[in-house]
């Protein structure tokens, strides 16, 4: 059974920085690119960032270019998305999911709240 | 940058009778379509790919058609684990994959 499991979101002061990560279990996770979608309250779901399975290609949403970083270290079965220079506007759920360029399996969501 | 458009906001039924939902890209999106359901504090799941293909374990309540531009999902009979926020995704063109702003399933 896949798992993933999210963790470190808080609450961070605007422009302040923050570093969530996803453990997954279940699945060969370095055969997998994983994604990150955030879903900012009472909202609807975007799409914010994916990496390949090696690492080796990223992809980001228009609104965090420059600011986020997606990782991962498949020795630790681990998935990191950096946020730096955070925003009001970046306060929400962000879930972790498998694979490209749909998703069959989510986290439970970490919740980063961005707020003075 | 392709956007995709749910109708209606709301949709209010009876357990029991058949709920449509609608979904319309920007352009073509050739049958390459999602629909997720997502219920309160719960993380989305996957209920269709290629427009019309049921996700591992999704009943056959549950069908998607479409292609192109136009997709629709049904659910023929619904019953009371079936009222939640319902979205559409398109990833012809991804990245990114766009969602739709949801539609939301609730009892009449």
């Known amino acids: 059974e896949v798992q993933l499991v999210e963790s470190g979101g808080g609450l961070v002061q605007p422009g302040g920085s923050l570093r969530i990560s996803c453990v997954g279990s279940?699945?060969?996770?370095?055969?997998?690119?994983m994604t990150w979608v955030r879903q900012a309250p009472g909202k609807g779901l975007e799409w914010v960032s994916s990496?390949?399975?090696?690492?080796?290609?990223?992809f980001y949403t228009d609104s965090v270019k420059g600011r986020f970083t997606i990782s991962r270290d498949n020795s630790k079965n681990a998935l990191y998305l950096q946020m730096n220079s955070l925003r009001a506007e970046d306060t929400a759920v962000y879930y972790c999911?498998?694979?490209?360029?749909?998703?069959?399996?989510w986290g439970q969501g970490t919740l980063a709240t961005v707020s003075s | 940058e392709i956007g995709m458009t749910q109708s209606p906001g709301t949709l209010s039924v009876s357990p029991g009778e058949r709920a449509t939902l609608s979904c319309r890209a920007s352009?073509?999106?050739?049958?390459?379509v999602a629909w997720y359901q997502q219920k309160d504090g719960q993380a989305p799941r996957l209920l269709i790919f290629?427009?019309?293909i049921r996700a591992t374990g999704i009943p056959a309540r549950f069908s998607g058609t479409g292609s192109g531009t136009d997709f629709t999902l049904t659910i023929s009979s619904l019953q009371s684990e079936d009222f939640a926020v319902y979205y559409c995704?398109?990833?012809?063109?991804?990245?990114?994959?766009?969602f739709g702003q949801g539609t939301k399933v609730e009892i009449k």
């Open positions: 995704q398109q990833y012809n063109n991804w990245p990114p994959g766009a």
């Open positions: 352009q073509s999106v050739s049958n390459n």
């Open positions: 290629s427009a019309s």
């Open positions: 279940g699945f060969t996770f370095g055969n997998f690119a």
């Open positions: 990496i390949s399975g090696n690492g080796g290609s990223t």
């Open positions: 999911a498998k694979d490209v360029p749909y998703w069959g399996d």
